[in-house]
T-cell receptor, first 113, second 112 residues
Framework: AQTIHQWPVAEIKAVGSPLSLGCTIKGKSSPNLYWYWQATGGTLQQLFY??????VESVVQLNLSASRPKDDQFILSTEKLLLSHSGFYLC????????????FGSGTRLTVL | GEQVEQRPPHLSVPEGDSAVIICTYTDSATAYFYWYKQEPGAGLQLLMS?????DRKEEQGLTVLLNKKDKQLSLNLTAAHPGDSAVYFCAVSAGGNNKLTFGQGTVLSVIP
């Protein structure tokens, strides 16, 4: 069975500080990987997706970047956090043959002060 | 681009009653439809997926109806119980672009 693990569970960070969020998928080779952002009480917005190692497509510009250093790992980062980065970050994966069915991780709650 | 309107934003129903959530989408090329459930502080759990060649799908107390003519998708929880209390999201995709468009979410409260 496939499992998806996100870390950390929650972060409280200062404006201007760096950030790195991680996501690992086990039990599935070559998954499509996604980062979604959810503002408090809001809907989900896709930020990035990746279909293979080393390749990441940006969907929305939020002064964030993403990387896929390994087949099973997806990293979201920024060098300088903004207040507007606060929210809930969700990593998701989908099988390469059925890209639209997403399976989500448990998320990271980010608070920027 | 695709836009999805979900209503109602909040819904309270007594235990045992049914709850209906409706999403309206704009892109006639939309082919994939999903309902997700999000419990407090947690990720999204896929409840049901429906493809455009299906008008009705029932699973474990949930009924999804797809009206392609009106571009409307609905989720009906029959005999809701307190464990169904959560935020529900619809999501749609035209396929082939790796992008789901989500509705705004419905906060469902089932009152014991």
């Amino acid at each position: 069975a496939q499992t998806i693990h996100q870390w950390p569970v929650a972060e409280i960070k200062a404006v201007g500080s760096p950030l790195s969020l991680g996501c690992t998928i086990k039990g599935k080779s070559s998954p499509n990987l996604y980062w979604y952002w959810q503002a408090t009480g809001g809907t989900l917005q896709q930020l990035f997706y990746s279909i293979t190692v080393g390749q990441v497509e940006s969907v929305v510009q939020l002064n964030l970047s993403a990387s896929r250093p390994k087949d099973d790992q997806f990293i979201l980062s920024t060098e300088k956090l903004l207040l507007s980065h606060s929210g809930f970050y969700l990593c998701a994966w989908s099988p390469t043959t059925s890209a639209e069915t997403l399976y989500f991780g448990s998320g990271t709650r980010l608070t920027v002060l | 681009g695709e836009q999805v309107e979900q209503r109602p934003p909040h819904l309270s129903v007594p235990e045992g009653d049914s709850a209906v959530i409706i999403c309206t989408y704009t892109d006639s090329a939309t082919a994939y439809f999903y309902w997700y459930k999000q419990e407090p502080g947690a990720g999204l759990q896929l409840l049901m997926s429906v493809f455009s060649n299906v008008d009705r799908k029932e699973e474990q107390g949930l009924t999804v109806l797809l009206n392609k003519k009106d571009k409307q998708l609905s989720l009906n929880l029959t005999a809701a119980h307190p464990g169904d209390s959560a935020v529900y999201f619809c999501a749609v995709s035209a396929g082939g672009n790796n992008k789901l468009t989500f509705g705004q979410g419905t906060v469902l409260s089932v009152i014991p």
